[in-house]
């Protein structure tokens, strides 16, 4: 079975610090993709990038990065210098690739991060 | 382009009441899906649908019905409410499915409190 850990709750950071959000999965399958999603306090779920298990490389994104550990199985954000517009709850999400024996029609979601940032 | 569109909003229900939350995508997504998020949780899959005509269940199906007679429009039906479905009910879609490296639109979600 598919699984997310997303082991901070919650974290508050002092605007302009970095901060980097822990994301750690299980799987079966030897070909996976995973995601993060941003849900800021309007409620709406927004992607922010997917990554496939066969690309390690890390990204970045202005702000955003996202560090991807196959040999630890986790997939760890990065905001840095924080904003007033960065709090929200982010989630970490997997799932299988199309030659899944487990349903790659649905993604598992971890239970989110909720970021607090302190002016 | 609107995306995902769900309705209502917001909506409280006594014990026992039935109702349809409505769900519109249009952007010609193949993939439907009904997530619940519980306070402090993740997103559960509750019915998702490969296309008009097929539908499975999630993780956690139990007392929910859906139907799929469009490619647009993926209803959740809630047949007789409990307390324990109070919850933020999201509907998503996505062209291909997210294992083939498609993200999910989501819609904004309806927030559902029972009595």
């Known amino acids: ?119 | 382009n609107a995306g995902v569109t769900q309705t209502p909003k917001f909506r409280i229900l006594k014990i026992g009441q039935s109702m349809t939350l409505q769900c519109t995508q249009d952007m010609n997504h193949n993939y439907m899906y009904w997530y619940r998020q519980d306070p402090g949780m993740g997103l559960k899959l509750i019915y998702y649908s490969v296309g008009a005509g097929i539908t499975d269940k999630g993780e956690v199906p139990n007392g929910y019905n859906v139907s799929r007679s469009t490619t647009e429009d993926f209803p959740l039906r809630l047949e007789l409410a409990a307390p324990s479905q109070t919850s933020v009910y999201f509907c998503a879609s996505s062209y291909v499915r997210p294992g083939d490296n498609s993200p999910l639109h989501f819609g904004n979600g309806t927030r559902l409190t029972v009595t």
Not at chain 1, 38 to 59: A, H, W
Not at chain 1, 101 to 109: A, C, D, I, S, Y
């Open chain 1, 1 to 119: 079975a598919q699984k997310v850990t997303q082991a901070q709750t919650e974290i508050s950071v002092v605007e302009k610090e970095d901060v980097t959000l822990d994301c750690v999965y299980e799987t079966r399958d030897t070909t996976y993709y995973l995601f993060w999603y941003k849900q800021p306090p309007s409620g709406e779920l927004v992607f922010l990038i997917r990554r496939n298990s066969f690309d390690e490389q890390n990204e970045i994104s202005g702000r955003y990065s996202w560090n991807f550990q196959k040999s630890t199985s986790s997939f760890n954000f990065t905001i840095t210098a924080s904003q007033v517009v960065d709090p929200a709850v982010y989630f970490c999400a997997l799932s299988g690739a199309l030659s899944s024996n487990f349903g790659n029609e649905k993604l598992t979601f971890g239970t989110g991060t909720r970021l607090t940032i302190i002016p």
